[in-house]
């Protein structure tokens, strides 16, 4: 089953460090959960590829499309621009020190992006092309997981620390009233249920033992 689960090395309490941060920060809450549902779903991918390469399974090119859909629309979408935006923006003009790693994951949020383009269209090329294109797919796939691990490592090792000792309570309260916000206008709706419902459905289209869906069949079992 795909389960929400933090990577190791992660903690999932936030305690706070001085007397000022002794306030649950909703914000940082919200970016750890939805670093889970993130790595949940590319645990899910990798778990896909490794059974179409290890076992012959039949692709499952509906979930792998859910999947992708979901990293496109959910992080690079929605969670990014959050943290562009208000975390990131607010972190700058309070400790100026912090531009250097900023400026790196903000570079990053842009080369993932250009990631996905070329995850899609290897996915695209794969399901129109068969077997034959199925190394270069699992190579971007691989590419991906491993380029957001990294990512996501890096702004819970070092930014969120780096966050909570620097920020007062009035800029998490800002970041707080940003991050509760999920209106999101490119969709003009509740953005957070759009994409619990995506995840829903991934989990529906994910055969097990990762999801709900009919195990994979092997290609010669015809």
Known sequence: MIRVKARPGVSASMPWGTQRQRTKIDALRIIEDEHRSLAAVLH??????REIRDRNAEPSFAALGAMIYYIDAFPERFHHPKEDQYLFRVLRARYPDAGRLIDRLEEEHRVGAHKIRSLEQALARYQSGGQREFAQFAAAVD?????HWQHMRAEENELIPLAKKQLTAEDWAEIDRAFLGHADPLVGMDAGKEYRALFTRIVN????????GPPSRRRDAH
């Not at 590419?143 to 380029?147: C, K, L, N, S």
């Not at 289209?205 to 709900?212: D, Q």
Request: charged content about 10%; glycine content about 10%; proline content about 11%.
């Open 44 to 49: 899910g991918m990798l778990h896909l590829v």
């Open 143 to 147: 590419d991906y997981a491993e380029f």
């Open 205 to 212: 289209l994910a055969p097990s033992p990762i999801g709900l």
